[in-house]
């Protein structure tokens, strides 16, 4: 399966999140690489907890299965 590079995560509260840090401005480039890299890690997360889930032998993926995930 190709994976296309589509951002899941809306880019303003990226910005947002650079602006509330103390930055006073923020590029396209530095929304663009707080996006990449937070997706990553959530789908890492995500899939980690769905693994958990089946594992647990559910389809409903549970708030303790996403913390564990994190873990």
Request: hydrophobic residues 45%; aromatic residues 0%; positive net charge.
């Amino acid at each position: 399966m190709v994976k296309k590079n589509i951002s899941t995560i809306p880019k303003a509260p990226m910005a947002r999140i650079l602006l509330n840090s103390g930055a006073n401005r923020v590029s396209q480039g530095a929304i663009d690489a707080l996006n990449d890299v937070l997706t990553e890690k959530a789908m890492e997360i995500a899939e980690k907890a769905v693994q958990i889930a089946k594992h647990s032998g559910r389809k409903t993926v549970h708030e303790g299965d996403v913390k564990l995930a994190i873990r």
